[in-house]
């Protein structure tokens, strides 16, 4: 799915000829002709995803530096782009201190208009991958960290968003690396719990003879090797979240001891002589269908109703790879900022191929994937032979997913040199383009006034600035 662009502008035929041009650069749009417009579609409870917006300054009733304001004010982290007219230095400057991203001065051209929405959406990918690995070490990640625009998903973040507030046992099922861990911490950090402890533990990685001491705690002296009091995951966690990952995985006895504890309230640590009061939340997860196991005889059938209150199954990305686009972005602005490789974007023919992938590992297969091509690549895009460890067959795909566009990263974040753009786009006046000299030559080099005494039909062309920048360097002619 390419990303969605918002553009606001009171003039109809200006709308008209941006919207032809953003959808020329293979993004969707979404139009409207007012500030209040925009506010609203942005702030709106089942509102589109919009990954950057157009807008027009000077419009009636809320202009443009009213929009910015209300976007900070929203606390929306979408990058803006301002269009005006007018392109006085004082409004250029105006609105990039209100938050807009970038501007263009009106009639904008195609080549600049695109330029701009690459970077603005490069810089907020970037962005957001440094915002999610900050709330990730900080404990506050929220569904907005979520990367998805699939109908798929849409249904699971409604569900995940309604039980956050509460304190009902969540179970989340789904395939090795879907996502299950951020869903959780996401549900934990849109909470009343976000401010107390998220203790996540894999049930799979302990020994089955500590599973005990390591979620119930131990007193010192307990047993062989116990050399000092530990509290134990409960206890850790207690008035916040408790996230037992691969929860299928604990052995018969321990889950005796879990099913108490979620009864009563309380646990007893090895070795301990009264139980210890906790209160958490448990959000529990598996890769397995633990009704299956429940039917195997290898999971309790009266704990399985215990954490199975609000289950949550979160589709593979085969299931969803309108999102593989939107991952892809996200994980290339990082990696290339994390090892500063100047790697401008991945071919159509990657795109394609990676879009018809099954993904086995799903989201994390990818990861990996993009962070060996971007080390390894000698080019400065990605291309299919920059993925040999996918496999080169794809299984016939629907036809919206049997092309796809390149992903275009550009220099956003290897290079503070802005891309070249044409004079007219300049916030000044620009001076008429027929029967006009250049101000440099071929090479570069500032054209000497004599060059231009030799015609005289040039000499008027010539600004008073001009004069002023030679002025010293040249000798004035006789006629001057």
């Known amino acids: 799915m390419a990303a969605s662009i918002l553009i606001a502008d009171d003039d109809a035929v200006a709308r008209r000829l941006v919207e032809n041009m953003v959808q020329k650069c293979g993004y969707q749009t979404i139009v409207v002709d007012s500030g209040d417009a925009a506010i609203a579609i942005l702030t709106a409870p089942d509102a589109p995803a919009i990954d950057a917006v157009v807008l027009d300054l000077v419009m009636p009733g809320l202009d443009g530096m009213g929009v910015l304001a209300k976007i900070r004010e929203a606390g929306l982290n979408i990058p803006v782009i301002v269009q005006t007219a007018h392109g006085g230095i004082d409004n250029v400057v105006s609105a990039m201190r209100a938050g807009a991203q970038d501007f263009v001065v009106k009639p904008v051209g195609i080549e600049r208009l695109q330029v701009s929405l ?10 957001g991958e440094l915002q999610r690995i900050r709330h990730s070490r900080e404990g506050r990640l929220t569904f907005a960290d979520i990367i998805t625009r699939s109908e798929t998903m849409a249904g699971v973040l409604r569900t995940a968003q309604k039980a956050a507030p509460s304190t009902i046992p969540v179970l989340i099922e789904g395939e090795s690396g879907v996502g299950k861990e951020l869903f959780a911490r996401a549900i934990h950090g849109s909470g ?17 003879n500590l599973v005990e001491s390591t979620l119930f705690g131990h007193e010192k002296g307990a047993f062989t090797g116990a050399t000092e009091r530990h509290a134990g995951k409960f206890v850790e966690a207690s008035g916040g979240t408790l996230f037992l990952d691969e929860v ?14 979620l009864q009563e309230g309380t646990v ?35 704990l399985f109703y215990r954490l199975h209150v609000l289950p949550l199954t979160i589709p593979p990305l085969r299931m969803r790879r309108e999102d593989i686009p939107h991952l892809l972005r996200h994980f290339l602005a990082r990696f290339c900022a994390e090892e500063n490789r100047p790697i401008t974007g991945i071919s159509g023919e990657a795109m394609t191929h990676l879009s018809q992938l099954e993904w086995p590992g799903n989201i994390r297969q990818l990861e990996n994937a993009v962070y060996r091509a971007v080390v ?16 080169t067959q794809a299984q016939t795909m629907p036809e919206a997913f049997s092309q796809v566009e390149p992903l275009i ?21 620009p001076l008429p383009s027929a029967g006009t000299l250049a101000m440099l030559t071929r090479s570069g080099e500032m054209r000497p006034l004599e060059k231009c005494g030799r015609s005289k039909r040039w000499r008027p062309r010539s600004s008073g600035s001009r004069s002023r920048i030679i002025a010293g360097r040249c000798p004035r002619s006789h006629g001057d």
């Open 192 to 208: 009343e719990r976000k401010s107390k402890p998220f203790v996540a533990v894999n049930c799979g990685a302990i020994p089955d």
């Open 376 to 391: 390894m690549s000698d080019s400065d895009q990605l291309g299919l032979a920059d993925f040999p460890q996918v496999p």
């Open 118 to 127: 690459r970077n603005a959406l490069n810089a907020s990918a970037l962005k």
């Open 248 to 261: 299928s995985e604990l052995p018969l006895a321990a889950q005796v001891k879990l099913l108490r504890a």
């Open 409 to 429: 990263v550009g220099p956003a974040f290897h290079s503070t040199v802005p891309a070249m753009v044409s004079g007219n786009e300049i916030p000044i006046a």
């Open 268 to 302: 007893e640590a090895v070795g301990g002589r009264k139980p210890v009061k906790v209160d958490v939340r448990i959000i529990s997860a598996t890769n397995r269908k633990l009704l299956d196991r429940v039917k195997g005889g290898q999971f309790r059938e009266d």
